[in-house]
């Protein structure tokens, strides 16, 4: 598989956040991950990293044998590609926790404005978030918070002026604000919580959770394996 490397200098990264968050809080959408974010104890971003050769491999294919976990719901199952490469803790906690079966007849935690959906961890451990700079929370993205629960990624529901100002982006960071603008996700969440997961298919599973207001969504069971 080939990847699409994006060489950042140190000092663009900032202003990388300055520049997405500012677009995004120009939307009353900012109030969904905002109220999450508040009941999360949600720490601040981390712009110390060096970003030179970053990869956004969530934009490509993933490779035959890659890891996966299909999370069977009462709307549907939701497949994922694992990321244990990027963040090896946090998928060695998610698979941990899932054979366990602590997962099976969990609801779906919600959120207002339909941007995430989320499901509580059990356990009382903290977990210190594996930043890979080659991972975003574009929509689809499953990340892990310090707390250890699961966020999916929908979409912050950007408005077309705010997607078109991303997509003016002429700076080396362009393909991510392109990617947040085509793709979706919420910017916000950018190096702050780990990414660990990507969903590559039942996308609009995810959507319909996030949508369901007060129709209960259960897990059912998380089964893993590897890409055919």
Same mark, same amino acid.
């Given at each position: 598989?080939?990847?699409?490397?994006?060489?950042?200098?140190?000092?663009?990264?900032?202003?990388?956040?300055?520049?997405?968050?500012?677009?995004?809080?120009?939307?009353?959408?900012?109030?969904?991950?905002?109220?999450?974010?508040?009941?999360?104890?949600?720490?601040?971003?981390?712009?110390?990293?060096?970003?030179?050769?970053?990869?956004?491999?969530? @934009?490509?294919?993933?490779?035959?044998?890659?890891?996966? #976990? &299909?999370?069977? $719901?009462?709307? =549907? !199952? /939701?497949?994922? *590609?694992?990321?244990?490469?990027?963040?090896?803790?946090?998928?060695?906690?998610?698979?941990?926790?899932?054979?366990?079966?602590?997962?099976?007849?969990?609801?779906?935690?919600?959120?207002?404005?339909?941007?995430?959906?989320?499901?509580?961890?059990?356990?009382?451990?903290?977990?210190?978030?594996? @930043?890979?700079?080659?991972?975003?929370?574009?929509?689809? #993205? &499953?990340?892990? $918070?310090?707390? =250890? !629960? /699961?966020?999916? *990624?929908?979409?912050?529901?950007?408005?077309?002026?705010?997607?078109?100002?991303?997509?003016?982006?002429?700076?080396?960071?362009?393909?991510?604000?392109?990617?947040?603008?085509?793709?979706?996700?919420?910017?916000?969440?950018?190096?702050?919580?780990?990414?660990?997961?990507?969903?590559?298919?039942?996308?609009?599973?995810?959507?319909?959770?996030?949508?369901?207001?007060?129709?209960?969504?259960?897990?059912?069971? /998380?089964?893993?394996?590897?890409?055919?």
């Amino acid at each position: 598989m080939q990847t699409k490397t994006i060489r950042v200098r140190k000092s663009t990264v900032f202003l990388l956040v300055i520049f997405i968050l500012g677009a995004v809080m120009v939307t009353s959408v900012v109030k969904s991950y905002t109220k999450y974010s508040e009941e999360q104890d949600m720490p601040a971003a981390d712009t110390s990293a060096d970003y030179s050769g970053m990869e956004l491999i969530q @934009l490509e294919a993933p490779a035959a044998g890659a890891e996966t #976990a &299909v999370i069977s $719901t009462t709307a =549907g !199952d /939701i497949t994922l *590609v694992l990321y244990p490469d990027e963040a090896p803790e946090a998928v060695k906690r998610f698979k941990s926790e899932a054979e366990s079966g602590v997962y099976d007849g969990m609801t779906a935690g919600l959120y207002d404005l339909k941007s995430v959906f989320t499901l509580d961890s059990p356990s009382e451990e903290t977990y210190t978030p594996e @930043l890979s700079i080659n991972l975003w929370p574009f929509k689809g #993205a &499953v990340c892990m $918070t310090e707390k =250890g !629960d /699961i966020v999916f *990624v929908n979409d912050a529901g950007l408005s077309e002026s705010d997607k078109e100002y991303l997509r003016s982006d002429e700076s080396e960071l362009k393909e991510v604000s392109k990617a947040f603008a085509d793709i979706g996700g919420i910017p916000n969440y950018s190096r702050v919580y780990a990414v660990f997961a990507q969903v590559i298919d039942g996308v609009d599973v995810v959507e319909n959770i996030c949508k369901s207001g007060d129709t209960v969504v259960t897990i059912e069971n /998380i089964t893993f394996g590897t890409l055919e």
